[in-house]
T-cell receptor, first 109, second 115 residues
Framework: GENVEQHPSTLSVQEGDSAVIKCTYSDSASNYFPWYKQELGKGPQLIIDIRSNVGEKKDQRIAVTLNKTAKHFSLHITETQPEDSAVYFCAARYDKVIFGPGTSLSVIP | DSGVTQTPKHLITATGQRVTLRCSPRSGDLSVYWYQQSLDQGLQFLIQYYNGEERAKGNILERFSAQQFPDLHSELNLSSLELGDSALYFC??????????????FGPGTRLTVT
């Protein structure tokens, strides 16, 4: 069945450093790849997304890249800040959204 | 605040019981989605309703059912509850049928504990 893998499961970085989270998906028909941030006690919130006809998208300190051939996509956060600490989920969508297992990011001041 | 509301915030019940979780989508959104989040299974899509009709089905157990009412609010009914049903249940909404690029807005969740 459809599956999304995500690595690493936990990530600690120093404030100001970059963080990279990588995902792979199994369904080649997937055409939309959102990333969600979930803070403690809250629901997931969309932070950036990319469609299958685009290779890269950037929004201030956040960027996402997509390699459709390899079925890989990645989230890049630059100049990390303590408020970036949260759980991040990648997802792939064709007819329904399949989420990765999540990455717990800790930014150490 | 996403504009999606869920009640109750917390629910504690016993095995074998039945509960109903409620969700009100953002104003104007026609689709409602239900997700289950547990430590071992992650965030799992359960079911989607669009304008009152079931649109897509995920890993929803037969003991679970949902519906969307004419005012677009939705209820998720969980019956014959088991310990393993303890989880966070999220509702999300989107403006239309949920095509690629259509953002889903998540509610704050209902934490269900089955004892």
């Amino acid at each position: 069945g459809e599956n999304v893998e995500q690595h690493p499961s936990t990530l600690s970085v120093q404030e100001g450093d970059s963080a990279v989270i990588k995902c792979t998906y199994s369904d080649s028909a997937s055409n939309y790849f959102p990333w969600y941030k979930q803070e403690l006690g809250k629901g997931p919130q969309l932070i950036i997304d990319i469609r299958s006809n685009v290779g890269e998208k950037k929004d201030q300190r956040i960027a996402v890249t997509l390699n459709k051939t390899a079925k890989h996509f990645s989230l890049h956060i630059t100049e990390t800040q303590p408020e970036d600490s949260a759980v991040y989920f990648c997802a792939a969508r064709y007819d329904k959204v399949i989420f990765g297992p999540g990455t717990s990011l800790s930014v150490i001041p | 605040d996403s504009g999606v509301t869920q009640t109750p915030k917390h629910l504690i019940t016993a095995t074998g019981q039945r509960v109903t979780l409620r969700c009100s989508p953002r104003s104007g959104d026609l689709s409602v989605y239900w997700y289950q989040q547990s430590l071992d299974q992650g965030l799992q899509f359960l079911i989607q309703y669009y304008n009152g009709e079931e649109r897509a089905k995920g890993n929803i157990l037969e003991r679970f059912s949902a519906q969307q009412f004419p005012d677009l609010h939705s209820e998720l009914n969980l019956s014959s509850l088991e310990l393993g049903d303890s989880a966070l249940y999220f509702c999300a909404s989107s403006v239309a049928v949920g095509l690629a690029g259509e953002e889903q807005y998540f509610g704050p969740g209902t934490r269900l504990t089955v004892t």
